[in-house]
């Protein structure tokens, strides 16, 4: 049979290592570890013409996206915390001073109570007062009733003249 075209040997299949398999753009070593004349480190991007070239580049495209991502995540991550720092630190500044302003508002009012405390306890004061010397006032007017009763019932036992001459005059 005749052939036409480019005339090669015939070639055996027994003696040669398998060939290559081509993933993503990078050749693999084969079985025993050892690198054929024509094979690639891994490291190597090697884009072979082809359907894997436009698998490779969608691949390419689809790592740089999402590295853009990543990328872009990360800095959002960075610009909230630096947000909920600044927010902190905002919020620890106003309760801060509510807190100062509640605090002097408190001594005010303490004040304001301690003032109307002590204005209420002197008049209590002066009112005991006034009740003790009332008091002492009563326990005279009370000893005074009782040396006046009793001379009252002494009297009341001693005839007077006119009560004798009014009894003898009975008799």
Do not use: W
């Not at 990360?74 to 909230?80: I, V």
């Not at 009112?127 to 002492?136: D, F, G, R, T, V």
């Amino acid at each position: 049979m005749e052939r036409h075209g480019v005339a090669a040997p015939p070639v055996e299949l027994k003696d040669q290592e398998p060939p290559a398999i081509v993933e993503s753009g990078e050749h693999r070593q084969s079985e025993n570890h050892e690198e054929t004349p024509g094979s690639v480190a891994p490291s190597a991007s090697c884009q072979l013409p082809g359907p894997f070239s436009s698998l490779d580049s969608s691949i390419e495209t689809l790592k740089k996206k999402a590295q853009e991502l990543i990328e872009n995540i990360n800095e959002s991550r960075q610009k909230d915390h630096a947000l909920m720092t600044n927010f902190r630190d905002s919020l620890k500044m106003k309760v801060s001073d509510l807190t100062e302003k509640l605090e002097e508002r408190m001594y005010q009012v303490y004040s304001h109570h301690s003032k109307i405390i002590q204005e209420r306890l002197q008049e209590f004061t002066q009112k005991m007062a006034k009740i003790n010397h009332l008091e002492m006032e009563l326990k005279q007017v009370c000893q005074t009733v009782e040396t006046v009763y009793k001379d009252l019932c002494v009297q009341s036992e001693v005839p007077t003249c006119e009560e004798q001459n009014y009894k003898d005059g009975e008799c």
